[in-house]
């Protein structure tokens, strides 16, 4: 009986040991060459929040440079201890101020706005073809069926 055990125990373990060179059937995985990523813009300080009007629906945002938001770009803030906003860009600005809508989150005066490119995709063309490249019906005697 221990002999039977024994050799069970010896063709168990032969037939789950991996390392086992018969018994394995697994080609070599390939490692596929990778392909370089494209890193994630970092978002750009673009200004602070300057004031706050009492009902809190958006803000004023003095701005570091020259206005460059486009109109319902996202910003977003960050102030001290993590408080972030996210905000709407209305297309308003004067001189180096700008309003910009409160989306959510909590803002003060004070905290760091910034904005994140982000490109758009090429539009598609939905303008009819130029009439050099529309094809030209003959006018002349033509039957019409009614």
Not at 9 to 32: G, R
Not at 49 to 75: C, M, N
Request: proline share 8%; glycine share 6%.
């Amino acid at each position: 009986m221990k002999a039977v055990f024994s050799i069970l125990l010896i063709a168990s373990i032969t037939l789950c040991n991996p390392s086992c060179a018969a018994f394995q059937t697994k080609k070599p995985v390939e490692k596929k060459e990778d392909k370089p990523k494209e890193k994630p813009e970092a978002p750009n300080l673009i200004g602070r929040i300057a004031s706050i009007p009492h009902d809190k629906r958006f803000v004023l945002i003095q701005s570091y440079g020259k206005w460059t938001v486009e109109t319902g770009a996202i910003l977003t803030t960050r102030g001290p201890d993590d408080r972030t906003a996210n905000l709407l860009a209305t297309g308003e600005s004067l001189g180096e101020f700008a309003a910009a809508d409160l989306q959510s989150g909590l803002v003060e005066v004070g905290d760091a706005v910034y904005s994140r490119h982000i490109p758009k995709p090429a539009t598609l063309l939905t303008t009819p073809e130029s009439p050099e490249n529309q094809q030209t019906t003959p006018s002349g005697n033509v039957q019409k069926n009614n």
